[in-house]
T-cell receptor, first 108, second 114 residues
Framework: GQSLEQPSEVTAVEGAIVQINCTYQ??????LSWYQQHDGGAPTFLSY????GLEETGRFSSFLSRSDSYGYLLLQELQMKDSASYFC?????????FGAGTTVTVRA | DVKVTQSSRYLVKRTGEKVFLECVQD?????MFWYRQDPGLGLRLIYF???????EKGDIPEGYSVSREKKERFSLILESASTNQTSMYLC?????????????FGPGTRLTVL
């Protein structure tokens, strides 16, 4: 089975940097994904790491260390619109297993 | 743009009723998924399908079944609804090249079972 852990809540001010950590235990592993979900909205894909290292997409970056079963999502230059829930998800063969989510609140 | 639509945003049913949740995607995706989302538990996979008439159990299939008669449509069926099936239900689809990593989600159906 799969087990993913991520913090439940993070609060930061506009312009700050936030790092959301995700540790996982899986029987099989193909990669780590991150999704964003605004309140009342559908989850949307942010990034995917299959190999160790950092992937950068604009203000967001995602990191993976397969040997440590660990990854993180880095949100830079926080904006009010970044207030949302963020989920890490592990791909095992053809399906995804999601963490419980981290609620990020951005304050002015 | 990929569009995944779900038949209802809100649904109220009574215990014991048979419930159908419909999902349609318009991008010819092979893979389709049904999740339920509950506070503090994230998204949990109920069933998924890689092709027409194919289905695979996810992590919590008990009390649910699915049907995929056409490529674009994936239905979730609650044979006899119970109050513990009150939840947000999300459908998703993905093309085969992504191997199920980038999934496109519908807006969700909030089901209340009384």
């Amino acid at each position: 089975g799969q087990s993913l852990e991520q913090p439940s809540e993070v609060t930061a001010v506009e312009g700050a940097i936030v790092q959301i950590n995700c540790t996982y235990q899986t029987s099989g592993f193909y990669g780590l994904s991150w999704y964003q979900q605004h309140d009342g909205g559908a989850p949307t894909f942010l990034s995917y790491n299959a190999l160790d290292g950092l992937e950068e997409t604009g203000r967001f970056s995602s990191f993976l260390s397969r040997s440590d079963s660990y990854g993180y999502l880095l949100l830079q230059e926080l904006q009010m619109k970044d207030s949302a829930s963020y989920f890490c998800a592990v791909r095992d063969w053809g399906k995804l297993s999601f963490g419980a989510g981290t609620t990020v609140t951005v304050r002015a | 743009d990929v569009k995944v639509t779900q038949s209802s945003r809100y649904l109220v049913k009574r215990t014991g009723e048979k419930v159908f949740l419909e999902c349609v995607q318009d991008m010819d995706h092979e893979n389709m998924f049904w999740y339920r989302q509950d506070p503090g538990l994230g998204l949990r996979l109920i069933y998924f399908s890689y092709d027409v008439k194919m289905k695979e159990k996810g992590d919590i299939p008990e009390g649910y079944s699915v049907s995929r008669e056409k490529k674009e449509r994936f239905s979730l069926i609650l044979e006899s609804a119970s109050t513990n099936q009150t939840s947000m239900y999300l459908c998703a689809s993905s093309p085969p090249a992504s191997g199920g990593d980038e999934q496109f989600f519908g807006p969700g159906t909030r089901l209340t079972v009384l």
